[in-house]
Nanobody, 120 residues
Framework: QVQLAESGGGSVETGGSLRLSCAAS????????MSWYRQGPGKEREFVAG???????DYAESAEGRFTISRDTAKKMVSLQMNSLNPEDTATYYC??????????????WGQGTQVTVSS
């Protein structure tokens, strides 16, 4: 089993920055990647950014150029640096931990979510 602990959410004004972190605990021998999703008020959960086992990154168009995802493999931690925030970024942000490699490894874990509020 894997547990995820998120931190770093909060309230900022437009143009501000926040850094989210997600630490994974628990033992697994499976290959994994980590990503961030968000769910705004009245919206569906959407992909924000992801990073795979070798460090390749992927971003949603809305995050490209403003957000940076990084990981510390030794600590099983992923971070999301968010700059130039605007009210449309207001959402609950979720960390996702996806294990894969074999049929038994195919699992997805979600964090509890951390709130980000951007005021105009």
């Amino acid at each position: 089993q894997v547990q995820l602990a998120e931190s770093g959410g909060g309230s900022v004004e437009t143009g501000g920055s926040l850094r989210l972190s997600c630490a994974a605990s628990g033992y697994t021998t499976c290959t994994y990647d980590m990503s961030w999703y968000r769910q705004g008020p009245g919206k569906e959960r959407e992909f924000v950014a992801g990073i795979d086992i070798v460090g390749r990154t992927d971003y949603a168009e809305s995050a490209e150029g403003r957000f940076t995802i990084s990981r510390d493999t030794a600590k099983k931690m992923v971070s999301l640096q968010m700059n130039s925030l605007n009210p449309e970024d207001t959402a609950t942000y979720y960390c996702k931990y996806h294990t894969y490699g074999t049929r038994l490894c195919e699992r997805t874990y979600w964090g509890q979510g951390t709130q980000v509020t951007v005021s105009s």
